[in-house]
């Protein structure tokens, strides 16, 4: 019984490692920002 509980925390650990580990190594500065967007259209050509 003993045994099983071991490996139970032993998985929730390595569970909660990885969580961790993928949530919080990511880019010093966090991530890049999108580069801003052009909504307007172009404007019409002059007759």
Known sequence: ???ILLE???A???LVAIVWWTM???RK???LKA???DDEP???PAP
Request: no cysteine; net charge neutral; hydrophobic share 45%.
């Open 1 to 3: 019984m003993g045994l």
């Open 8 to 10: 139970a925390l032993l």
């Open 12 to 14: 929730l650990a390595l």
């Open 24 to 26: 919080f190594s990511g």
């Open 29 to 31: 500065g966090g991530e």
């Open 35 to 37: 580069p801003p967007r």
């Open 42 to 44: 172009p404007p019409p």
